[in-house]
């Protein structure tokens, strides 16, 4: 069996804006997991969300879930301790923790067909940014 990675930015950090930010659906029907790391230039207070859901056409991860936008929040395993963090709860990156805030977690997307990232507004340190990228792998 090999891995078959991509590797792909989603929030790039240009969000330096006190402003909630959904990025774009990403397709992930071709994969089976998934690592994000996250990374501020500096101490931030913000939390980050994941969305998932299934269906040939993405929803709007920005409007509120409906029967006709459906779309839910994803559990995901921080990689440093193998906790699972709720999805409803989010991860929290606070102005409390060290310069240059770094986590890095697990997303079981099997069987998912979009994921989305939320960062939710920056309420302290709004001149610095979040950078979010992705893995993506198979395991063919």
Not at 29 to 39: G, K, T
Not at 65 to 73: F, H, K, T, V
Request: with cysteine; glycine share 10%.
């Amino acid at each position: 069996m090999r891995r078959i990675g991509v590797f792909q930015t989603i929030i790039g950090g240009g969000l330096t804006v006190a402003n909630s930010t959904v990025a774009t659906a990403i397709d992930v029907r071709d994969y089976r997991n998934c690592v994000i790391q996250m990374a501020t230039t500096g101490t931030v207070d913000l939390k980050v969300y994941f969305k998932g859901a299934v269906g040939e056409i993405a929803p709007n991860f920005g409007a509120t879930r409906s029967r006709a936008n459906p779309w839910e929040y994803i559990d995901v395993a921080d990689l440093q301790d193998g906790a699972s963090i709720d999805g409803d709860t989010g991860i929290a990156l606070s102005s409390a923790q060290t310069y240059n805030n770094v986590r890095m977690v697990e997303i079981n997307i099997n069987a998912l067909d979009w994921l989305a990232v939320h960062q939710t507004v920056i309420t302290t340190g709004a001149a610095n940014a979040l950078f979010v990228a992705g893995t993506f792998t198979t395991n063919q």
